[in-house]
């Protein structure tokens, strides 16, 4: 690496990308704060400047990205649309995070999978996430007498089913499409929540179902035998 | 404190409540492991032979929590059970501890609120039961194709319902009921996941009921008319 040159990146990205080097090579315990400047070519304040610790160095982008979704989950334009879903859409500018750089995600992934300062530190990183969610969804269910543990329930949700897709795609060293996994799992969660689409344009209005139950059926019974209908009927 | 008398406490208690009236009388990053020991009268070894760092002093049991956790999702006699009621019973497992000792939790409760370090242990924490909570779902699902996202996704669920009535009951200085608080955010989690209860025993058994839709009826209207029909039939 080199900070002379036409492609001479800022600063800040310099240091991301000669700590995360040293990680890799060196191992995270065995690299000092100083090496990192010596191979960014910067000054030991600069670093300080721009990180508070040496684990968040290899997180660079998720305060912005926290502000990003604080934000868009403050923006009026989305109180019309379901609060479950909203949460889902929020999710996905942390995808979009990641998947923007794919390389440095994965190789950030490896890493975080074998030091544990830095597993610890995303911990941190997604609690941030989640509080946000939850903080949000609480408010938009405030009127129900449920609303501050249905919103963190399903804040919870959304982040674990989020990362469920993401961590897959990482494990997978970046192959695949995350954006479909991460919808098809964020969709997952909603569909649990939320009161689902309306029936499609194309299906016939008319035909009808009619399911005859003993009143004591459990719910899931009757829940099975209807999908059944619709599925094969 | 004193280290003499006929009620002197085994070593590690008394490191732990050492550490716990330093970290509060002088605060966490002001306390060292060499303070903790001079009060709890005992070597520096001793500390290291029962914890690894000053953050896990404060969080003296939760490795025998999360073994006793496994051992019972590992136990074969919860194998008839709804896989979702075993992980909240499992869950149950964490208020216990908490509950056994109100004073403790609550003073650890503040000191988490205000030393960033003791708060980023404990999401450790809590990340540990919830793997430990998905790898059993992942399990029980595994004969789904949504398995392994239906066990993440409701391990978090699990654990944020617990999470937050158990917060709750701290944030209000351990005063209320918070056994009956934790069982009702997680009967609220179950019951957006499993069947639900059987009938009960004084329902008639050959009430019947006929549900009658349009094919293109979205389910949750279907669930809402057969629900309102059990509720009010």
């Known amino acids: 690496m080199t900070t002379a040159g036409a492609s001479k990146p800022p600063m800040r990205d310099a240091l991301v990308a000669a700590a995360l080097q040293l990680f890799e090579e060196r191992g995270f315990d065995q690299t000092t704060i100083d090496d990192i400047v010596a191979l960014a070519g910067v ?12 684990e968040s160095v290899v997180f660079p982008d998720h305060d912005g990205c926290l502000a990003e979704m604080t934000a868009f989950l403050a923006d009026p334009a989305g109180d019309a649309e379901d609060p479950v879903l909203r949460a889902c859409d929020a999710a996905k500018l942390v995808l979009r995070l990641y998947s923007a750089d794919p390389g440095f995600s994965v190789r950030r992934y490896r890493l975080t999978r074998a030091v544990p300062a830095l597993r610890q530190h995303e911990l941190s ?30 804040a919870a949700a959304v982040v674990a089913g989020h990362n469920h897709a993401l961590r897959g795609w990482l494990r997978a060293d970046g192959e695949g499409d995350v954006h479909a996994a991460v919808t098809e799992a964020l969709d997952y969660v909603a569909r649990t929540w939320e009161s689902g689409p309306g029936p499609a344009a194309d299906e016939p209005e008319d035909d009808v179902m009619v399911l005859v139950a003993r009143r004591g059926t459990p719910m899931w019974r009757v829940v099975q035998g209807v999908q059944t209908a619709l599925d094969h009927g």
Do not use: C
């Open 43 to 54: 000054g030991r304040r600069s670093f300080f400047r721009y990180f508070p610790s040496k």
């Open 125 to 154: 990183v997604v609690w941030r996430y989640e509080r946000a969610l939850a903080d949000y969804l609480r408010i938009r269910f405030a009127a129900r007498p449920d609303g501050r543990l249905r919103g963190d329930v399903i």
